[in-house]
């Protein structure tokens, strides 16, 4: 294990030299970082090498830039510099997500005692070319003892959120995930609409971290919004689902964020298949998993008629498409088509929350 022994020094002048105290070089070393260069068998001393300083001074500033020791580890070993600038991109993000939020904080302190719609609403009208008529309609199932799925229904958003988690987590990171969309988007943009599925994906992590309670919590967020140039802006992140119905026909806007759904995209499962799959709720994206989400997002045009609908998975596991189709085409009224698509969930089995907003298209 010795090689140039004259090379050596022990702990303590390295950990003079290096500015990292004895304590932390046997928490890196326990980490597989900056490990003795040598041990003496019998009194269990530790040496280090002169060429390991530099490595001491890289993992100290890795360190400063908030990177988990097991992330520095692999950077040794693999010793990339586009490691380093995907993180450079990643701090930047998390530094405009947390000032994202931030601000939503901001204007929910500033607004404390007002409803903070009433004023954008106001601010919306003089540009807003288009507005949602919406209808929406919530139900706990017949199986489940708590109903986690969570709806928004305004005239320039609606949204549908399945938490999950357990008590009382799945709630929680449900309906935050739309009250923070409530007071996050306008009614501008993607953009904007993105950069509020972003704020919520982090008010609910850290949220997640606060208390042991709340631990994996999560939700899924389905959303759609007007946009100032008169269009629709889609974001989804997870298995909640928006469709569009148009001249009868009822097409899917969304992509799943499931196992299956990624199987079926692939090719590697069909429908059918995915449809009874044991593993169909197994997503591979939420809301809360982490400091950072990538979100879809897309903008579609509006005509005037068109109808939205968007609902949770305890919707379509129970209701094939061609019925949700059907039922949507049986009546123009918003609310009765939403209450005929949950009845028909319960009646189907009511397995699951089951949630639906109906939203139609019209002019401002
Ligand atoms: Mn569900």
């Not at 400063?64 to 993000?93: F, K, Y």
């Not at 950069?195 to 208390?211: D, K, L, Q, T």
């Not at 994206?285 to 305890?314: K, N, Q, Y």
């Not at 209701?319 to 049986?330: G, P």
Request: with cysteine; net charge negative; proline share 2%.
């Amino acid at each position: 294990m010795l090689r140039g022994v004259g090379d050596l020094m022990p702990i303590g002048e390295f950990s003079e030299r290096s500015g990292l105290s004895p304590k932390r070089l046997r928490s890196y070393a326990a980490g597989g970082l900056l490990v003795p260069a040598a041990i003496d068998s019998a009194s269990g001393y530790r040496y280090y090498s002169a060429g390991q300083l530099r490595e001491a001074q890289l993992i100290h500033e890795l360190r400063s830039a908030g990177m988990p020791l097991a992330e520095i580890a692999s950077l040794l070993r693999h010793r990339s510099l586009e490691q380093l600038d995907q993180w450079a991109q990643q701090v930047d993000l998390e530094a405009s997500q947390r000032h994202e939020a931030l601000h939503v904080a901001r204007r929910l302190l500033a607004t404390e005692a007002e409803p903070i719609t009433a004023n954008v609403d106001r601010n919306l009208r003089r540009d807003a070319m288009t507005k949602l008529h919406a209808a929406a309609r919530t139900d706990i199932g017949r199986v489940r003892e708590n109903n986690e799925d969570a709806v928004l229904c305004l005239d320039r958003v609606v949204a549908v959120a399945d938490g999950m988690g357990g008590l009382p987590g799945g709630e929680i990171a449900s309906s935050l995930a739309v009250a923070l969309l409530e007071v996050a988007f306008t009614g501008r943009s993607l953009d904007e609409l993105e950069a509020a599925v972003r704020a919520a994906n982090w008010a609910i992590s850290e949220r997640a971290a606060e208390g042991s309670q709340l631990e994996g919590m999560g939700t899924t967020l389905c959303a759609v919004g007007t946009t100032a140039d008169g269009r629709l802006a889609v974001v989804n992140v997870g298995d909640s689902r928006a469709y569009l119905m148009r001249d009868g026909s009822l097409t899917q806007l969304t992509d799943d964020h499931s196992v299956t759904a990624e199987l079926v995209r692939r090719g590697e499962l069909t429908e059918q298949e995915a449809a009874g799959h044991p593993h169909r709720s197994v997503l591979t994206r939420a809301l809360g998993s982490g400091p950072s989400i990538e979100v879809d997002g897309a903008v579609h045009s509006a005509l005037v008629g068109d109808r939205l609908l968007l609902c949770t998975d305890g919707l379509f596991n129970e209701v094939s498409v061609e019925e949700i189709r059907s039922l949507m085409e049986a009546t123009q009224d918003l609310r009765a088509a939403a209450d005929a698509l949950v009845e028909r969930a319960l009646s189907n089995g009511g397995k699951d929350n089951v949630t639906v907003v109906i939203a139609e298209v019209g002019a401002a």
